[in-house]
């Protein structure tokens, strides 16, 4: 395995810890902090994408998720929330935004009439395919820095720490 080449800025809180606290091996926290650093640069990146189509990343999540399901783009909210994982609420107040702004529609199921579904609409579908030609070019230029090697190694590494921790997950 390769060494680091150039500190960064769990380097720094690493090193605090191992001065304050030079009896714990801290090692751990240098994996997660930069899981987590990386996360959040990396989310700051992706947003800049939805703003200009002027969406939230949540927003987009919902519209891609839906325009992933194949045609007809329709869902029940229990599926999108699932897949999304958060709450009902949460779920039902996006919902309604998006349909005011006219890229969702939501009718009833023909097999359950307790229920809805939730559907592109014409514009929403035009939208989310421009945005997430936009999405994967803006991730590509993200990671076109490292080699592709590496990048399958990464990838590999990745799957393995989400099959240690997707079992958690309720």
Known sequence: MAIKQ????????????????PDLDVSPM???G???RCSALLQRELEVIFKAFGMTAWEFDVLATLRRSGAPYCLAP?????ALMITSGTMTR???????????????NPN??????????????ELI???????????????????PADLAELDVRLSELLAVLEPNVD
């Open 94 to 108: 996006q919902l309604q935004r998006l349909e005011a702004v006219g890229l969702v529609s939501r009718m009833p």
């Open 112 to 125: 359950d009439a307790r229920s809805m579904l939730v559907q592109l609409t014409p514009a929403g579908l």
């Open 78 to 82: 229990t599926a999108l929330f699932s």
């Open 30 to 32: 240098g994996t997660i």
């Open 129 to 147: 395919d421009r945005a997430v030609e936009a999405h994967v070019e803006n991730e590509a230029r993200i990671l076109a820095p490292i080699k």
């Open 6 to 21: 150039r500190a960064d800025a769990v380097d720094a809180i690493l090193e605090q810890w191992r001065r304050e606290r």
């Open 34 to 36: 930069r899981i987590k």
